[in-house]
């Protein structure tokens, strides 16, 4: 009797958590009933492969959006305003920390922090679209987020693509991509791989051949 009592409280507890974060409008895709799709990308502590992104982006006019960190525009100004003038600019966090181990004065620094630092560096306001470092975040956090009037985006197209040491190859990278891709597809790359910087234009060039639009994260708010 204590078990069943305990798992129907484990239930209600996470119905009333999917409640909460429903109504705090996390994203992680688009309309499922039209090919648009939408192009991510976390870029953090490495610029080596980020340029070399942008022109590919660039020549096959596409957007996308770059959630970036403080450390990225503190060291790469020039290449961090390309990225605002070219394409859209979102926050990743100051320090890319775990936020849900933060207590919500440490979390609105770094909100804070971020913003001065684009619109120090950068003299323009950052996107109000924010992505978690390592997908984590919980309720308090989402509250926060809403009250500095962000937007809060994940994804559900992802590889294994964050770890420069561990590349593991072109082909990996659009087989993975291609597989999970469908309608509304909010895909996550990262720009820290050579294999990433490679396939994207032959990914760009068959998901558009595949009918999907590239389209931007605006038209989900």
């Keep these: 009797m204590k078990k069943i009592i305990l798992m129907l409280l484990v ?11 429903a109504k705090n409008s996390i994203i992680y895709m688009g309309n499922p009933n039209n090919k ?17 992104i942008l022109d590919v982006l ?22 961090a305003k390309r990225i605002q003038n070219e394409q859209t ?12 181990k933060m207590s919500d004065y440490e979390f609105r620094k770094e909100i804070e922090k971020f913003e001065a630092l684009c619109l120090n560096k950068l003299g ?13 975040i919980n309720n308090a956090k989402l509250k926060i987020l809403e009250e500095y009037g962000y937007k ?20 990996y990278v659009k087989r993975e991509i291609y597989k999970q891709t469908k ?14 910087a490679k396939a994207l234009k032959d990914i760009i060039r ?16």
């Design 124 to 136: 323009k306001e950052n996107t109000k679209y924010f992505r978690p470092p390592m997908g984590f």
């Design 183 to 196: 309608n509304g597809s909010i895909i996550l790359m990262h720009t820290l791989t050579d294999s990433n």
């Design 89 to 100: 600019l979102a926050n990743h966090t100051y320090s890319h920390k775990d936020i849900t």
């Design 206 to 221: 068959h998901l558009k051949e595949q009918g999907y639009i590239f389209s931007s994260l605006g038209d989900l708010v």
């Design 152 to 171: 809060t985006f994940m994804w559900n197209v992802w590889c294994y693509d964050y770890d420069r040491k561990n590349d593991r190859g072109v082909d």
């Design 58 to 79: 660039k020549e096959e006019e596409i957007c996308a959006t770059f959630f970036l960190e403080g450390d990225f525009i503190k060291y790469n100004v020039e290449l």
């Design 36 to 52: 648009n799709i939408y192009l991510t990308f976390d870029d953090g502590y490495t610029v080596k492969n980020t340029t070399k």
């Design 11 to 21: 239930f209600f507890s996470t119905l009333f958590s999917m409640k909460i974060i």
